[in-house]
T-cell receptor
Framework: TQLLEQSPQFLSIQEGENLTVYCNSS?????LQWYRQEPGEGPVLLVT?????EVKKLKRLTFQFGDARKDSSLHITAAQPGDTGLYLC???????????FGTGTKLQVIP | NAGVTQTPKFQVLKTGQSMTLQCAQD?????MSWYRQDPGMGLRLIHY???????DQGEVPNGYNVSRSTTEDFPLRLLSAAPSQTSVYFC???????????????FGPGTRLLVL
């Protein structure tokens, strides 16, 4: 079983639409990160959230960490073709010396 | 700064062959790691290093060896390639170990490996 469940797995939308992707778990995390990976490239960090209920904005992207620090969401307003990519969440689990990644949401924004 | 570089970009191996995937970073990062990425499986940690001379296993270490003789380089060795090792391999580095901290991991562009 996956520690992190990301949904949806795939999303294809038209330019200008809004969307939300989710990262869920039954475990509590000390912090959570969101990465974007473009085809043929490595992941690039977008944001780190550390406090339950925290909301961070990065231009048209809004990230929220759940109050109980078990889940997170990423909302994109007015999606652009440049937003196309694989969105990965990653967490640090207390007591484990590693970062665990979710399986990702593959987003395609059609012009 | 070149960041994290990986070579080769693509490689085809026959079952049983050995090879080394190269990874280098020029950011003076202490922490380096290797992941493999497979469809539907996400990124899985193979091995990691918290500094020169120190390495440890991740969640999928079987069939792979690593060493860290310098801060800059962290090669990944496949001892006897198997079709199950067909994957995309990413090297990453960060200033310090990322667990329990808000460290940014910087990823290389990846090596695509096909084992026939």
């Amino acid at each position: 079983t996956q520690l992190l469940e990301q949904s949806p797995q795939f999303l294809s939308i038209q330019e200008g639409e809004n969307l939300t992707v989710y990262c869920n778990s039954s475990s509590v995390f000390s912090s959570l990160q969101w990465y974007r990976q473009e085809p043929g490239e490595g992941p690039v960090l977008l944001v780190t959230v550390v406090t339950g209920g925290e909301v961070k904005k990065l231009k048209r992207l809004t990230f929220q960490f759940g109050d109980a620090r078990k889940d997170s969401s990423l909302h994109i307003t007015a999606a652009q073709p440049g937003d196309t990519g694989l969105y990965l969440c990653a967490v640090f689990v207390r007591g484990y010396q590693k970062v665990t990644f979710g399986t990702g949401t593959k987003l395609q924004v059609i012009p | 700064n070149a960041g994290v570089t990986q070579t080769p970009k693509f490689q085809v191996l026959k079952t049983g062959q050995s090879m080394t995937l190269q990874c280098a970073q020029d950011m003076n990062h202490e922490y380096m790691s290797w992941y493999r990425q497979d469809p539907g499986m996400g990124l899985r940690l193979i091995h990691y290093s918290v500094g020169a001379g120190i390495t440890d296993q991740g969640e999928v270490p079987n069939g792979y060896n690593v060493s860290r003789s310098t801060t800059e380089d962290f090669p990944l060795r496949l001892l006897s390639a198997a079709p199950s090792q067909t994957s995309v391999y990413f090297c990453a580095s960060s200033y310090s170990y990322p667990w329990g901290r808000q460290e940014t991991q910087y990823f290389g562009p990846g090596t695509r490996l096909l084992v026939l």
